[in-house]
């Protein structure tokens, strides 16, 4: 059974950064992509960042580019998201979740597993 595990949200000023981290277990991490989306209440959970089973292809949404960084430890099989420079408007709940193939993708849909979910606060 797979399990995702995020940890490190928090409250923080705006300008601020906070790191995010996901422990996964129960699968091969090193051969699927992961993803971190959020959700705020009354709306679709939405895309941050993805990364490839290897690393080496990220991807994120046009809200968070260049602020957020998205890494993984195969060996530790974790996934974290680097916040940095953080807005009243990046408030939300972070989950990660498993991709379904090996390369990332920013749609919903192709992801599966998610974990319970980290509430960010950005304070302005």
């Known amino acids: 059974q797979v399990q995702l595990a995020e940890s490190g949200g928090g409250l923080v000023q705006a300008g601020g950064s906070l790191r995010l981290s996901c422990a996964a277990s129960?699968?091969?991490?090193?051969?699927?992509?992961m993803g971190w989306f959020r959700q705020a209440p009354g709306k679709e959970r939405e895309f941050v960042a993805a990364i490839n089973w290897s690393g080496g292809r990220t991807h994120y949404a046009d809200a968070v580019k260049g602020r957020f960084t998205i890494s993984r430890d195969n060996t530790n099989n974790t996934v974290s998201l680097q916040m940095n420079s953080l807005k009243p408007e990046d408030t939300d709940v972070y989950y990660c979740s498993r991709g379904r193939s090996s390369s990332g993708s920013s749609y919903r849909s192709l992801y599966d597993d998610w974990g319970q979910g980290t509430q960010v606060t950005v304070s302005s």
């Open positions: 129960g699968l091969t991490f090193s051969t699927y992509a």
